[in-house]
């Protein structure tokens, strides 16, 4: 990893089928009754769709994001930035089914482009985030 790329993940095992997870993962309009780090999620959450976010850490702001990369049920990309590839985040949301049954959910952020080591001195550590939603999803998909 480069010195100026800040990035943040997490992953936790889960007790449910790749498609129970993703089926939280995909629901937007859902994500407050599941997820304790969001306010709302506005936006249809599909390949080439346009996602708006607004996260809990960040109360007041809006964090638009494109979904560049939907694999159902294993993978997906939500990417953000600014032209000309000065500054990009990208989020992956990772499901890897083992043998025992449950699933390896990873989720990794990351920011690349020229303006990154300025842009990522004002971004809060989301580790705290992430775990929390790491969990959140886990309590929700193993839920009967």
Do not use: C, H
């Amino acid at each position: 990893m480069a010195l100026d790329m800040k990035e943040f993940a997490v992953k936790a095992s889960i007790r449910a089928t790749p498609e129970r997870i993703w089926a939280l993962l995909t629901d937007g309009a859902g994500y407050v009754r599941w997820n304790n780090t969001v306010q709302k999620v506005e936006g249809k959450i599909a390949l080439g769709e346009q996602v708006t976010l607004y996260p809990k850490i960040n109360p007041g702001r809006a964090f638009p994001v494109k979904v560049a990369e939907f694999q159902s049920p294993r993978r997906m990309m939500w990417t953000s930035g600014m032209p000309l590839g000065l500054f990009k985040g990208e989020r992956t949301f990772v499901l890897t089914p083992s043998a025992n049954g449950e699933v390896e959910f990873s989720m990794r952020e990351a920011y690349t482009g020229l303006m990154a080591p300025l842009i990522s001195r004002s971004i809060p550590d989301l580790k705290p985030a992430f775990d929390e939603f790491a969990s959140d999803l886990k309590r929700a998909a193993e839920a009967k």
